[in-house]
């Protein structure tokens, strides 16, 4: 499931065809793209607010055919750009958003002592789905164009992501015993109650400087491996196919490592490392340097996403981590639109990504000492009768 949603990745295959056939400017049909990103914060709330009154099965197959559908009558927008935006940007975008809390939310129920690990799996699988979906998305391309492309897609989608979720459920007894104890953390809060914790505020502050980082490499990868690092358009396209590649390794990475050693200080390290690199890239002169620290940046990025669902969940209960999290990833909206406009903006302004990515390195740097600030919630096996209120953790402050 997660791989078939994580296509979206793989937009930038479309960008110039979709330019020509429209007539529009590569801005124009890049809109879709942040259309689509803010769409996804919206539908992983709506998805995790929904999840556990209908159950994950019900909520991935409303997810297929949303993606499915937006993603298939794309294909019939050759008149207006703003067809686009409507299909793939808020009817898809909407869809994935459903789909990706599913996964999420549902695997922290099976395998709660392996929080970090599991969802890193999971998480893994959306940050490869340009590596699978992009050259068979170029294929297609060059063999019927970019609306046929998309039909093409789009019954993929509705397939594969309907099929996924009519295997998944919940653990036998989950609802039960979320009623009588919470494993791992001391209890299981509500979204409301959530939001009124400044733990909340932190990680969604730490998911969206990760995304405003490594979201400027993605959405420049190509242009800025040609003026950097001189490549070709071969070596370019290759760079992008590439990063997809460590933006799931890192997810899969950084997550059983925070198992290990805690999830502030993998987002402390991740940030740290960041502010090397974005420092370095600015001194790149050859294809190679700037590869390896493009590769080191989607690490990062991919382990953020990969580390905070069970970051959520140390601190707010696994039973809710779908609505407090699916609200989180907000955050990954926002990051969308404010990281590629830090360095295409002040690269139209200066001629050289330079200062852009001195910024970036900069507020990494700053950033780096957020996640010390979040404390780790305490392990504890907490019953029901034993909490000061235990009707799902209604009044319980962090």
Known sequence: MQVALGAVYAWSVFRKPLAAELGASVSAVNLTFTITIAMLGAGAFVGGVILPRVGPRAVGILAGVLYGAGTFFSGYAGGDVRLLYVTYGVIAGFGIGLGYIVPIATLVKWFPDKRGAITGIAVAGFGSGA???????RALISACGPFQALQFLGLGFYTIVIAAALVLRDPPGARRAARTVDVIT?????????LRTWQWYALWCLLFLNVTAGISIIAEAAPMAQEIGGAS???AVALVGT????NGLGRLAWAAVS???GRRAVFTAMFVVQAVVFYLIAGAHTYQSLLAMACLVLFCYGGGFGTMP???ADHFGSRNVGKVYGLMLTAWGAGAAVGPMILSKVRDATGSYSVGLHAIAAIMLLASVLPLAVPNPRPRLVPAASRPDSRAGRGIRA
């Open 131 to 137: 590596l699978l979906f992009g050259p068979i998305s």
């Open 186 to 194: 001391r209890v299981s809060i509500e979204l409301g109650a959530a």
């Open 233 to 235: 358009e071969k070596q």
């Open 243 to 246: 990063i997809a590649i460590f």
């Open 259 to 261: 198992d290990l050693i």
């Open 310 to 312: 069970a970051f959520a």
